[in-house]
């Protein structure tokens, strides 16, 4: 069941399918050339007009949810892109480490300390000790 698309313009003098949304426009040894509202493809001669149609529909179908993915695929690597920020410099965070004596300034602790948090501390957020390792 092979159906290719060909590009160009729209043919006079086509048959056009009363149930289906496709009309034979002319032939070509081994293939059909068929017309839709997409524009024309040329399909294996033994497909009849409805099947013409399904299998046009079902490709229109496939490249839409194509397109979407595509344009999510692109929103969420345009939102990570504008969410990054910069890396703390080293010397800010060498000069936070000895001003801490590398500690936690809020509950002292000395193991598993970051330089950020999930939540920043000005939007309301604790320290990574009391979120237990719980993303936010």
């Known amino acids: 069941m092979a159906i290719r698309r060909v590009a160009g313009a729209r043919t006079?003098?086509?048959?056009?399918?009363?149930?289906?949304g496709v009309a034979m426009v002319g032939r070509d040894g081994d293939r059909v050339l068929w017309w839709s509202d997409g524009g024309c493809d040329w399909a294996d001669p033994e497909l009849a007009a409805a099947d013409v149609e399904l299998l046009l529909w079902n490709r229109r179908r496939r490249r839409d949810a194509q397109l979407e993915r595509r344009r999510t695929t692109r929103l969420r690597a345009d939102a990570v892109e504008?969410?990054?920020?910069?890396?703390?410099?080293?010397?800010?965070?060498?000069?936070?480490?000895?001003?801490?004596?590398?500690?936690?300034?809020?509950?002292?602790a000395g193991e598993d300390l970051q330089f950020d948090h999930v939540i920043a501390d000005a939007k309301g957020g604790n320290c990574n000790r009391a979120k237990d390792g719980a993303l936010a």
């Open 82 to 108: 504008s969410a990054r920020r910069e890396r703390i410099p080293d010397e800010v965070r060498s000069l936070a480490w000895e001003s801490d004596a590398g500690r936690c300034v809020r509950c002292g």
């Open 12 to 20: 006079a003098g086509s048959t056009r399918s009363g149930a289906a």
